[in-house]
DNA sequence: TATGAATGAGCGTTCATTCAT
DNA sequence: GATGAATGAACGCTCATTCAT
């Protein structure tokens, strides 16, 4: 995938060791000083990188999320039914938590321990991504696929769906194949939202 | 000695406090000191009711959520059918919300911080509220309230849009009336499940 | 010995269980509450009797030392000749090792940990001891046992070899009959100061 | 980078500053920030070559004392006589005394105070010594300069009388010149061990 | 630019002491 | 007198951050 050969910045390897040490560890019990070693790096070059701890935590976060949601809206174009969309959504999601479970794990602890700015930034991106499902299901809708449910409170409902799959997954007991219970989660929702 | 009751003891008052401020500033930024203020007690008084921090966190959260779903289970049978049963819960989680708008808050947070017997409890927990959802849904189907949908995907989904109310309403965003957003989701999630 | 029954002040057991529980861990280490439970009264009353741990520390240093020199006096005004005398000490004082070890333990620890007063005591308490066994010799000397050693130097000396028999002892090393270690010990001590 | 030598390390720094404060306070005393101060550091510093503040105090006692020995193996090898050799000794033991009184008067406490390995490893120590005074008497006894005295026996008595010096000089009573003791004691107990 | 030795603010916890009962 | 619940000063230790090299 990489276009030259494997070169990595030093940023983008303190990137690295954060998603790893701090999902391992939660922001708190994460010590700079392992994000270097896992890093391969000075401590005190981490700070010429990221001006904080939290910075760099909230750096990682932005970053992971960011890559998330192009991987979402580049996958996504590509299906031309909202139902597809959504299924695409939800599978997309289900591979994400499953690869980024590390990411998955510190999305609920971030939310108390940063800063307005950055909270206003996760609300803002959680907004985002409901905003994106609820234009889906709009669209839907206006195509004929689904009847005129009210789009928020179906967002609300995937959304939630898809967000309950986290708990399980991320503590590793679900062990049975992914589109057994996808499709399912699915069928539940688009029985209710199908004309 | 004293009259009538109101009467509280001094652990109550440190659980009650422990709940504001854990809520307020997550695990790690809550100190011990603060919590000690908050109830009125001396700092040393924390230790002579709990062992440690961490455990004081564990108790508080326990006596919480055993406390709700005390009451869930308590206004749940009261109902007679299964939609009914789940509109109530819907309704429940919704003024538990509300009123613990702090113990949401943490119930993320703490899937990290503790050791994993606290983990064990919590997933046994969350586990058991699931299955008590599941098993309504199963009585709904068995009652022909709701077609043969899968049960485990339906009360994924139902806890899964209740879940979603949290992000909204702990951030104090949702400034609607609760019916105006939880009739709307039943709907939808009815629709996919009735005959 | 004791005139009517069994009947111990609460002074007493408080005394006692000190002098077990700062044994067994040393000045620091021991916990007021601990020497009340040992003494089966509250925590309370041990203030009632002692004005501070360092107070009670010291009355159970002094308590032990002033009975063991009691005993000392009166056993060894019973002997008749120096050598006799010098001989019933360092039994006496194997003795009380063993019997005291906790005691004998701990009074190394209590130099460091008390207040001017209490050293000027102990030190005190040692020089008596010292001239007591200083005056033994000296006798020894006017009646022609000893030849005209220094009797500084002698007692020293005498007190030192008991006192080397503290380390080995109280570290319960010392597994061999008691009058096969303290008689090779008098015998050279006595040579010495043989004419 | 510096020119000559009298460059401290910061870890030798911290051993004296230990020494200094450990031997004014006693173990529980003693503060770690204090150390620090003493030793021109801050308090972080000391755990970035320590572990713990007993691990600080172990190692300090450990050099404290591995110097002495070497300082004693070193001079005693000059002298050619068994009784030359334990003169050495009781002058070199009463210097360093002297000089390390700090030293000499937490050897009493350290036993208490500190982990069984540590206790191990002082008990160790303190039967090497033993033993390196019993083999030069038995040395003396070989080469005819002593009797047939009980070596073990001879050497406690040895010991403890050197330790007799302890208590007086620690407490800085004693202003009289080391010769004027020392000697006189000597004559006691090489008296007892001539033919 | 990169480093890691040095730092000290900050916090969890202990326990001697007090005092209302 | 006797008690033990309540207290808070004190201290060991951590770790994010700095800065001289």
Redesign the pocket.
């Known amino acids: 995938m990489e276009a030259k050969a494997a070169e990595k910045t ?1 940023r983008e390897l303190i990137l690295e060791a954060a998603m790893v040490v701090f999902a391992r560890e939660g922001f ?6 392992d994000i ?1 070693i896992e890093a391969g ?9 990221f ?4 910075e760099l935590f909230k750096e990682m976060f932005k970053e992971g999320m960011e890559k998330f949601i192009r991987t979402l809206h580049g996958e996504v174009i590509q299906a031309s039914t909202a139902r597809e969309k959504l299924k695409k959504i939800a599978y997309l999601h289900y591979d994400f938590i499953m690869k980024n479970r590390d990411l998955a794990k510190i999305t609920m602890e971030s939310q108390n321990q940063c800063d307005d700015d950055f909270r206003k930034w996760l609300f803002g991106f959680q907004n985002q991504k409901m905003d994106f499902i609820k234009s889906i299901i709009e669209e839907g809708i206006a195509k004929g696929e689904f009847r005129q449910v009210d789009s928020r409170a179906a967002s609300l409902a995937f959304t939630g769906a898809m967000g309950s799959l986290f708990a399980p997954v991320t503590f590793g007991k679900l062990d049975i194949k992914p589109e057994e219970i996808i499709e399912p989660i699915l069928k539940v929702l688009f029985e209710g939202m199908s004309k």
């Open positions: 030093k708190y019990k994460a010590k700079v000083e270097a790096v000075g401590k005190g070059t981490v700070y010429e990188y001006s904080s701890k939290a």
